[in-house]
């Protein structure tokens, strides 16, 4: 482990599948010293995303939903390999929704650095993105060629992305091409799910006022289901994973008729 963030991720990875770490096995892990283990549940805990225990940590239950920042480093090359595949979907002139995430913020990334997008030094924009997410806004607006859209709302620091009736007051006047949902779960019997229920109704707002609904998932999201709804399967036109997604994973989301895209 390189980097402190990547370390205090996966520290934070290991709590929320075990509830509880101990130093040392903590640090045999991640093949690092038991000192730094310690600095690094120390600093964790000054962020107050752990609480530290004689010998390790417990986890507090914002950890169940983990901060983006602490996200990023989790299954990063297979987001961006889906990200790229996921701008591909696009045409020039289209309007794009993008919810927040990891992975919609290599979307993002990867819409905004297309080559034949890119027209910096043209007069009009040739793509136009409405998001919710504040990253994602920071990143676009200083691309020429992008009209950039962000609704109002509340903000959750957790996530980046805005909240709440001002947000969906702006979604429901306007209309989309694509939108690109990244989730924490997609299964066959409950859809698209989000851990936060303020942020699955401000995503499915999106995926109405869209034309095709792209979800972007890595394997380790499928077949899984969270707190709160975003929206059926049946809603869902496109799925895109990594190219290492089991075939099992894949097949309920066949089945339902939704077009699989592997990356």
Same mark, same amino acid.
């Given at each position: 482990?390189?980097?402190?963030?990547?370390?205090?991720?996966?520290?934070? @990875?290991?709590?929320?599948?075990?509830?509880? &770490?101990? $130093?040392?096995?903590?640090?045999?892990? +991640?093949?690092?010293?038991?000192?730094?283990?310690?600095? %690094?549940?120390? @600093?964790?805990?000054?962020?107050?995303?752990?609480?530290?225990?004689?010998?390790?940590?417990? &986890?507090?239950?914002?950890?169940?939903? +983990?901060?983006? =920042?602490?996200?990023?480093?989790?299954?990063?090359?297979?987001?961006? =390999?889906?990200?790229?595949?996921?701008?591909?979907?696009?045409?020039?002139?289209?309007?794009?929704? +993008?919810?927040?995430?990891?992975?919609?913020?290599?979307?993002?990334?990867?819409?905004?650095?297309?080559?034949?997008?890119?027209?910096?030094?043209?007069?009009? *924009?040739?793509?136009?993105?409405?998001?919710?997410?504040?990253?994602?806004?920071?990143?676009?607006?200083?691309?020429?060629? $992008?009209?950039?859209? $962000?609704?109002?709302? $509340?903000?959750? *620091?957790?996530?980046?992305?805005?909240?709440?009736?001002?947000?969906?007051?702006?979604?429901? @006047? &306007?209309?989309?091409?694509?939108?690109?949902?990244?989730?924490?779960?997609? %299964?066959?019997?409950?859809?698209?799910?989000?851990?936060?229920?303020?942020?699955? #109704?401000?995503? =499915?707002?999106?995926?109405?006022?869209?034309?095709?609904?792209?979800?972007?998932?890595?394997? #380790?999201? +499928?077949?899984? =289901?969270?707190?709160?709804?975003?929206?059926?399967? @049946?809603?869902?036109?496109?799925?895109?994973?990594?190219? %290492?997604?089991?075939?099992?994973?894949?097949?309920?989301?066949?089945?339902?008729?939704?077009? &699989?895209?592997?990356?």
């Amino acid at each position: 482990m390189a980097t402190p963030q990547a370390r205090w991720s996966a520290l934070l @990875e290991m709590l929320t599948r075990d509830g509880r &770490i101990e $130093v040392e096995a903590a640090a045999a892990e +991640l093949a690092v010293s038991a000192a730094t283990i310690r600095r %690094d549940l120390d @600093e964790l805990a000054r962020q107050q995303m752990v609480t530290r225990t004689h010998g390790g940590a417990v &986890i507090n239950a914002i950890a169940y939903d +983990l901060p983006l =920042r602490y996200k990023a480093a989790r299954h990063a090359p297979e987001k961006e =390999r889906i990200a790229h595949a996921a701008a591909g979907l696009v045409k020039a002139g289209a309007v794009v929704g +993008l919810n927040g995430g990891t992975t919609t913020t290599e979307v993002a990334r990867a819409l905004a650095t297309r080559s034949d997008l890119g027209s910096e030094g043209g007069a009009d *924009p040739s793509l136009t993105v409405v998001t919710n997410a504040l990253n994602i806004a920071n990143e676009l607006v200083v691309r020429r060629h $992008v009209k950039l859209v $962000v609704t109002g709302g $509340v903000a959750r *620091p957790a996530s980046y992305e805005l909240i709440g009736p001002l947000a969906t007051e702006l979604l429901a @006047e &306007i209309t989309l091409d694509h939108v690109f949902i990244g989730v924490d779960g997609i %299964d066959a019997v409950h859809g698209a799910t989000a851990h936060h229920e303020g942020e699955a #109704s401000i995503n =499915r707002m999106l995926a109405r006022r869209a034309q095709q609904v792209v979800v972007v998932a890595d394997s #380790s999201k +499928l077949g899984k =289901r969270a707190f709160a709804r975003i929206c059926p399967l @049946e809603d869902v036109h496109v799925l895109v994973t990594d190219k %290492d997604a089991p075939a099992g994973l894949i097949e309920p989301f066949v089945a339902a008729g939704v077009e &699989i895209v592997r990356a």
